[in-house]
């Protein structure tokens, strides 16, 4: 009986040796370069664990507060290095020179496939939330926005002009807005176009001729301006859309269900 007790007690020493490991092997020390990454760590309920963010983090406000370290496309690696990161989340598209200059440091850093469809925002969520140690948080949050984007949609889908930026840059069919357009219950009109961001002549957009025009820069006086803009069916429905979150929309993180659900109301007068 009593040699019994005693391996219980090993047993059980074993046991919080493990999970004392466990716990020291999750990362406590973390470097975000994208802003959506940024969001989706603050989601995770990780956000104390942030050392260091991109000059464009800036939700939540929490996020102001914490060291920069350059843009995500020319990060400032001796900055990045000097804050002892145990791992930096980066973009698989973006500063490749920078990530490998990091992990010949000894730095671990994962780099994270770019987001082409709304379905592929979970799949960053759910490797940030390994990564983290917080698997069953990052499944509660995938869990909340699937539901938030699973409203039925509208039998016919207005044809859309999203403009990203001045200039007539827009989206085409390769780029994850292109997919929150449709959840929203509408058509881009450049989706047939296997590119991310591109720009659009102003004919082009004209000869399509969109039920609804969003704008995520640049006001409706502007757009009223260009040539021939008036006889746009988008401005015949009243449909140019400046009310969505620049930020919250333009990026692959948890805001941009919020705004996906604004949006089917902006185009549908429905909630």
């Not at 990530?99 to 969520?125: N, R």
């Not at 949050?141 to 409203?151: D, R």
């Amino acid at each position: 009986m009593k040699k019994n007790n005693n391996c219980f007690f090993v047993l059980c020493a074993a046991a919080l040796c493990f999970c004392a490991f466990s716990g020291s092997a999750r990362a406590e020390r973390v470097v975000s370069l994208m802003p959506s990454y940024t969001e989706i760590i603050y989601e995770l309920g990780a956000g104390g664990d942030l050392v260091g963010v991109t000059n464009f983090c800036n939700w939540p406000p929490a996020a102001l507060k914490v060291e920069k370290t350059g843009d995500y496309l020319r990060p400032n690696v001796e900055k990045i290095y000097s804050l002892k990161p145990d791992v930096v989340f980066a973009g698989a598209w973006a500063a490749e020179n920078s990530s490998k200059q990091l992990s010949g440091m000894g730095i671990k850093v994962v780099q994270l496939p770019e987001e082409k469809k709304i379905a592929d925002i979970f799949t960053t969520i759910r490797l940030i939330a390994a990564e983290l140690g917080r698997k069953a948080r990052g499944g509660k949050l995938i869990k909340e926005l699937s539901a938030s984007a699973g409203a039925a949609l509208p039998a016919g889908r207005k044809k859309v002009y999203l403009e990203v930026d001045s200039g007539g840059w827009t989206t085409g069919g390769d780029s994850f807005l292109s997919d929150a357009l449709a959840l929203a219950g509408g058509k881009n009109i450049f989706g047939g176009e296997k590119k991310g961001y591109f720009q659009a002549s102003w004919e082009e957009v004209l000869l399509l001729d969109p039920e609804a025009v969003i704008l995520l820069s640049g006001t409706k006086e502007e757009f009223l301006a260009r040539p021939m803009a008036k006889g746009l069916a988008a401005v015949k429905n009243g449909l140019i859309i400046t009310s969505l979150d620049r930020d919250a929309f333009s990026r692959p993180g948890p805001r941009i269900f919020g705004e996906i659900k604004k949006l089917r109301g902006l185009l549908y007068g429905k909630k």
